[in-house]
C-alpha cells in the first residue's frame, strides 16, 4: 500500500474537478449534451473476468448516467484522455471523455489512483490493450464500462518505460 492519501482527497483532485468543469462548458459551447461525473472514489480493481478502475458515484449520477447509455441514439466509441502528472508521489490523475460524435454526446471521468495499487491493473491493461472503468454508483453490484484500447495514455513516461510502452 502507498503512504500517500487517498488521491480523491488531495489539492490536485479539486484542480481535475474543476478542470472537468471547465472542458464540459468547452463541449456545450459547442453543442453538445455533457454529464461531469464526481467520483466518490477510484479504486483499481481485479478480480476475474473484471478489471480496470472502479468509479464510484452518486445513486442519483448513475442514474443520469443509465439514461444516457440507454439511449440508441448514442454509442460511446471514441474518447480524449487528459493526463496530468502529480508533482512527485505515486499519484496518477487523469480526465476522460467518453464521446459519441453522431449524437454529440459526452461524459467526463475524473480518475485519480496511486500506482502501487494499480500497478497490476495495469500492466494487465497494457497486455490485453485494454483498460476497462467501472462507473457504478455507491452500495451496488452493478456498472457501466467505458473500455480503453490505449491504456498508456494514463500512465507517466517513467511508468510506460517499466514495460517498454511507447
Same mark, same amino acid.
Given at each position: 500500500?502507498?503512504?500517500?492519501?487517498?488521491?480523491?482527497?488531495?489539492? !490536485?483532485?479539486?484542480?481535475?474537478?474543476?478542470?472537468?468543469?471547465?472542458?464540459?462548458?468547452? =463541449?456545450?459551447?459547442?453543442?453538445?449534451?455533457?454529464?461531469?461525473?464526481?467520483?466518490?472514489?477510484?479504486?483499481?480493481?481485479?478480480?476475474?473476468?473484471?478489471?480496470?478502475?472502479?468509479?464510484?458515484?452518486?445513486?442519483?449520477? =448513475?442514474?443520469?448516467?443509465?439514461?444516457?447509455?440507454?439511449?440508441?441514439?448514442?454509442?460511446?466509441?471514441?474518447?480524449?484522455?487528459? =493526463?496530468?502528472?502529480?508533482?512527485?508521489?505515486?499519484?496518477?490523475?487523469?480526465?476522460? #471523455?467518453?464521446?459519441?460524435?453522431?449524437?454529440?454526446?459526452? &461524459? &467526463?471521468?475524473?480518475?485519480? =489512483?496511486?500506482?502501487?495499487?494499480?500497478?497490476?491493473?495495469?500492466?494487465?491493461? $497494457?497486455? !490485453?490493450?485494454?483498460?476497462? #472503468?467501472?462507473?457504478?454508483?455507491?452500495?451496488?453490484?452493478?456498472?457501466?464500462?467505458?473500455?480503453?484500447?490505449?491504456?498508456? $495514455?494514463? $500512465?507517466?513516461?517513467?511508468?510506460?518505460?517499466?514495460?517498454?510502452?511507447?
Amino acid at each position: 500500500m502507498s503512504d500517500e492519501p487517498n488521491p480523491t482527497t488531495t489539492p !490536485e483532485w479539486e484542480e481535475l474537478i474543476d478542470d472537468a468543469g471547465e472542458v464540459a462548458a468547452e =463541449y456545450r459551447e459547442r453543442g453538445w449534451e455533457v454529464l461531469v461525473l464526481e467520483p466518490i472514489d477510484v479504486t483499481p480493481v481485479e478480480r476475474g473476468d473484471r478489471s480496470g478502475l472502479d468509479v464510484t458515484i452518486a445513486e442519483s449520477a =448513475y442514474g443520469r448516467l443509465e439514461d444516457i447509455v440507454a439511449d440508441e441514439a448514442v454509442a460511446f466509441g471514441d474518447a480524449e484522455v487528459y =493526463y496530468r502528472p502529480s508533482e512527485g508521489g505515486d499519484r496518477r490523475f487523469a480526465l476522460i #471523455v467518453e464521446r459519441d460524435e453522431r449524437s454529440e454526446t459526452a &461524459v &467526463v471521468v475524473p480518475v485519480a =489512483y496511486a500506482f502501487p495499487e494499480a500497478r497490476d491493473v495495469f500492466e494487465r491493461a $497494457l497486455r !490485453e490493450s485494454d483498460l476497462q #472503468v467501472h462507473v457504478r454508483p455507491a452500495d451496488a453490484a452493478e456498472w457501466i464500462v467505458f473500455s480503453h484500447g490505449d491504456p498508456s $495514455l494514463f $500512465l507517466e513516461e517513467r511508468d510506460r518505460r517499466a514495460w517498454d510502452v511507447d
